[in-house]
């Protein structure tokens, strides 16, 4: 079975969404085996490393801290633009030194950086582990890497190393 269809959860949750995106139908049901059985074979020539989580009781503590900060970034960047030219804003960048070396926990600290408004990974050199991102209102460079190696990277260090 696994050389049919070696990663079967990734081929069954992007059957759901292709059934969930197109009509119910018999058609569509057989297309969306036929491209998540594919994508299945393709992600297995691709041999990703298996993330080894050390820490994984910490994976709900965050989910709900990267929730929250996703909540409260939507209120202050809505509120930003709603003011419109009253609020003078200073977007920058911002060079954040990484202790986090693992390649997993850098994926998901890309997408909690990504998906938090206001903020956009920017590029990463690996080398050094310096990250730089992009804030829409920076006020203080030190609080927001204080803010990344605290709040994210050390959780994450302890999940994933």
């Not at 059985?37 to 041999?47: N, P, T, W």
């Not at 801290?65 to 003078?88: C, P, Q, W």
């Not at 920076?138 to 204080?146: G, S």
């Amino acid at each position: 079975m696994s050389r049919v269809l070696p990663y079967p959860l990734l081929a069954a949750a992007l059957l759901l969404m292709w059934m969930l995106l197109t009509s119910f139908s018999a058609g569509q049901f057989l297309l969306g085996g036929v491209v998540a059985m594919a994508a299945s074979r393709v992600m297995a020539a691709l041999q990703p490393s298996k993330p080894r989580l050390r820490g994984w009781q910490l994976i709900p503590r965050l989910v709900g801290i990267v929730a929250l900060d996703i909540l409260r970034s939507n209120a202050a960047v809505a509120s930003k633009i709603l003011k419109g030219g009253r609020h003078k804003r200073v977007s920058g960048f911002v060079a954040i030194p990484l202790d986090l070396r693992d390649k997993t926990g850098l994926a998901v600290l890309a997408c909690i950086v990504t998906s938090t408004p206001g903020t956009a990974w920017i590029e990463y050199a690996p080398d050094s582990g310096i990250l730089l991102i992009h804030v829409l209102d920076l006020v203080d460079k030190d609080e927001w890497v204080a803010l990344i190696k605290n709040r994210y990277e050390a959780l994450l260090m302890e999940i994933f190393e």
